[in-house]
């Protein structure tokens, strides 16, 4: 078991920096010795053959902070999927799969690439006031406010910012940065906000990502590496777990009508409560 989790550990720096690659018409690095695990990712990805080449240390030490802090973070989607996925007693290749698949979605490991976007919208900091308004409205989105768990601020965010600041002394500010401090400032300031407890949290760290030179629809792949860490520490506890595994199965509350007769196609109705359109599902690319 531990030597499959070594594997998918190692294999996750190896595999992301390969597609990073590909999709650039690059050939695939060989991992090196010697390196950090973040020091080695970098290598992977933007090696270019000069000899000798290590990383930038400080990008390395920021990259490994991130990870660090992304790595495990309580029962959220994907590690549930994990874990659900993993109580059947699948290998652990398949429930990272899973995993992955569910850290995709826009709501979850697609949050970092949206608060780009967001920022990349709103151009500059003379257009937030106009750019909170719209949100009170419902007009607009926003995106790196509140959490599900943390309803006063993420702690994870203080360490991401003083972690930007050592990231832009080596590639230069970001001129977003100034657009995502005016935004952050105004709605701290903001009864509306303070009101739904909608403090920054830890989704800023895309602008860290973009100083470094990542592509946005490559943030949930930087977010799904650390996060196999996590996943496996949460599996592997599972599956040593005394009695042994048993297989998940939520039980579900119905809350629908009583009795209901059988209506012909042609003759049912829409019924109340239930909306006319999907969610949208947003993806970058």
């Known amino acids: 078991m ?4 070594y594997r998918l550990i190692g294999k996750a720096t190896t595999l992301a920096a390969m597609a ?8 695939f690095v060989t991992p090196p010795v010697g390196l950090s695990y973040t020091g080695s990712f970098l290598y992977q990805m ?35 999927t994990v874990l659900q996925t993993g109580s059947s007693l699948v290998d652990p290749y398949s429930a990272i ?16 690439e949206a608060v780009i976007r967001m920022l990349v919208s709103i151009g500059s ?9 719209a949100v009170k409205r419902r007009e607009k989105t926003l995106s790196g406010f509140g959490h599900r768990v943390y309803k006063t601020s993420d702690p994870r965010s203080f360490i991401v910012r003083k972690t930007a600041d050592e990231v832009f ?12 401090m005016a935004l952050h400032d105004a709605a701290m300031k903001d009864e509306y906000f303070i009101k739904r407890k909608l403090a920054p949290n830890v989704d800023f760290c895309g602008l860290i990502y973009r100083a470094m030179g ?49 209506v012909p196609v042609d003759k049912r109705v829409s019924r109340d409560g239930i909306a006319q359109t999907p969610s949208a599902v947003e993806h970058g690319g």
């Open 20 to 27: 990073y690659r590909v999709r650039q018409g690059r050939d």
């Open 169 to 180: 002394k080596v590639t230069g500010k970001d001129a977003l940065l100034e657009t995502a």
């Open 2 to 5: 531990d030597r499959q989790i």
């Open 125 to 133: 900091p003379k257009n937030v006031p106009a750019f909170i308004e």
């Open 97 to 112: 799969a899973a995993g992955c698949a569910s850290l995709y979605g826009p709501l979850h490991g697609g949050a970092n």
């Open 214 to 262: 990542f592509p946005m629809d490559f943030f949930p792949v930087l977010f799904a590496v650390p996060r196999v860490v996590g996943w496996l520490a949460h599996w592997r506890q599972m599956m040593l777990q005394e009695g042994g595994v048993k297989i998940w199965r939520p039980r579900q509350v119905y809350v629908g009508a009583g009795q209901r007769d059988y």
């Open 46 to 80: 933007d090696h270019l053959g000069e000899e000798n080449y290590v990383p930038n240390p400080v990008l390395e030490k920021a990259l490994d902070v991130l990870f660090l802090i992304h790595a495990d973070h309580e029962l959220n989607a994907s590690c549930t």
